[in-house]
T-cell receptor
Framework: EDKVVQSPLSLVVHEGDTVTLNCSYE??????LLWYKQEKKAPTFLFML????IEKKSGRLSSILDKKELSSILNITATQTGDSAIYLC?????????FGQGTILTVHP | EPEVTQTPSHQVTQMGQEVILRCVPI?????FYWYRQILGQKVEFLVS????????KSEIFDDQFSVERPDGSNFTLKIRSTKLEDSAMYFC?????????????FGSGTQLSVL
């Protein structure tokens, strides 16, 4: 059975802090790892990673995949209150995403 | 920016009743999906759909569930005889050609409550 585990489960920081969210996976057929941000309802796409060691960056967010360690990290620098959300990691393989349980990030002013 | 649209946003039904959840995927996308999230649990894959047929389905997607693309724009999930444990947020998603099963764009979901 495919498995995706995220840590920590929750995190409380203050604005300006840097956070690192972790995702590890055990899947039969790996094609890609994705990060989503879930605020009130719909998960919104952040990154898709397919190659090990190549960092993807979007503003204050960045992510990297380590296929040897079967893991990925999502970094957020200079956090803002608007970053408060659940961050979901998922591993995709032809029509099916297996999600982790998410990390709840709370950023206080 | 194009988005996946789901209706209704909330649906309350009695156990044993049929429900149809509706979705309008992004117009040039070719792959369509339903996922669900029971309160406090992980987002779970239900079914994927391509070229007017089911590509893959999970163990959750039993005979009580069906999907249809009745016209060129809508994508529906039908639950024939709802059970209490079907209460969940149901997300529709779509992905473009060349990104099958990977870069999914999700709708805002339909919260289904079975009483």
């Amino acid at each position: 059975e495919d498995k995706v585990v995220q840590s920590p489960l929750s995190l409380v920081v203050h604005e300006g802090d840097t956070v690192t969210l972790n995702c590890s996976y055990e899947v039969t057929n790996f094609r890609s790892l994705l990060w989503y941000k879930q605020e009130k309802k719909a998960p919104t796409f952040l990154f898709m990673l397919t190659s090990s060691g190549i960092e993807k960056k979007s503003g204050r967010l960045s992510s990297i995949l380590d296929k040897k360690e079967l893991s990925s990290i999502l970094n957020i620098t200079a956090t803002q209150t608007g970053d408060s959300a659940i961050y979901l990691c998922a591993v995709g393989s032809y029509g099916k995403l297996t999600f982790g349980q998410g990390t709840i990030l709370t950023v206080h002013p | 920016e194009p988005e996946v649209t789901q209706t209704p946003s909330h649906q309350v039904t009695q156990m044993g009743q049929e429900v149809i959840l509706r979705c309008v995927p992004i117009s040039n996308h070719l792959y369509f999906y339903w996922y669900r999230q029971i309160l406090g649990q992980k987002v779970e894959f239900l079914v994927s759909f391509y070229n007017n047929e089911i590509s893959e389905k999970s163990e959750i997607f039993d005979d009580q569930f069906s999907v249809e693309r009745p016209d060129g724009s809508n994508f529906t999930l039908k639950i024939r005889s709802t059970k209490l444990e079907d209460s969940a947020m149901y997300f529709c998603a779509s992905s473009p050609q060349g990104a099958r099963g990977e870069k999914l764009f999700f709708g805002s979901g339909t919260q289904l409550s079975v009483l």
